[in-house]
């Protein structure tokens, strides 16, 4: 079963930031937060994870809180191909088992 | 990041008939790999998990018999649906995992429509 729970869907206008909130309050020491994107009839896209450290990539920033029960994941200027449902999944990192929630269907408005 | 593919991307088949799909990574070899099924406006639910050589291991309520998963080689695994019926019809995608890194990279997904 899925360990996270993120609002069902979020507007953002374009250009600006684009913040998606997680909670993942029974995390385990070992897991990793994970994020991915899956745009309409696509398969999942791999954005940014983490343990417990902030990370940043092209794509994303990824916060953790300090107890690691929640995260978010910032899109700094969100434009229109940013419209997609972003999941967050914690697990450990060994190819292990993703289970997925329901996610946040994030709408980029012009 | 690393390219999983999936053949084909779309397929309809009449009721009774089996299927078959392929997962193939292409750039890295993937000892691990996933099946997911994606009903419409719903989330991705693991069917099951293969290890390259090994059994499969299934998920609850998914029918091991029903739904063959076979994964031979580092870069292949096939996924295939016997006497599909009509709500077979869903969204099929695989992923793999291995060496250096051992994230998930995701293939485009199947489109299976059973008539």
């Known amino acids: 079963d899925a360990k996270t729970t993120q609002p069902p869907s979020m507007d953002c206008a374009e250009g600006r930031a684009a913040n998606l909130p997680c909670n993942h309050s029974t995390i385990s020491g070992n897991e990793y937060v994970y994020w991915y994107r899956q745009i309409h009839s696509q398969g999942p896209q791999y954005i940014i994870h983490g343990l417990k450290n902030n990370e940043t990539n092209e794509m994303a920033s990824l916060i953790i809180t300090e107890d690691r029960k929640s995260s978010t994941l910032i899109l700094p200027h969100a434009t229109l191909r940013d419209t997609a449902v972003y999941y967050c999944?914690?697990?450990?990192?060994?190819?292990?088992?993703?289970?997925f929630g329901t996610g946040t269907s994030l709408t980029v408005i012009p | 990041g690393a390219v999983v593919s999936q053949h084909p991307s779309w397929v309809i088949c009449k009721s009774g008939t089996s299927v078959k799909i392929e997962c193939r990574s292409l750039d890295f070899q993937a000892t691990t790999m996933f099946w997911y099924r994606q009903f419409p406006k719903q989330s991705l639910m693991l069917m099951a998990t293969s290890n390259e050589g090994s059994k499969a291991t299934y998920e609850q309520g998914v029918e091991k018999d029903k739904f063959l998963i076979n994964h031979a080689s580092l870069t292949l695994s096939t996924l295939t649906v016997t006497s599909a019926h009509p709500e077979d019809s869903s969204f099929y995608i695989c992923s793999g995992s291995g060496q250096p890194s051992y994230e998930q990279y995701f293939g485009p997904g199947t489109r299976l429509t059973v008539t």
């Open positions: 999944i914690v697990a450990p990192n060994t190819g292990n088992q993703f289970y």
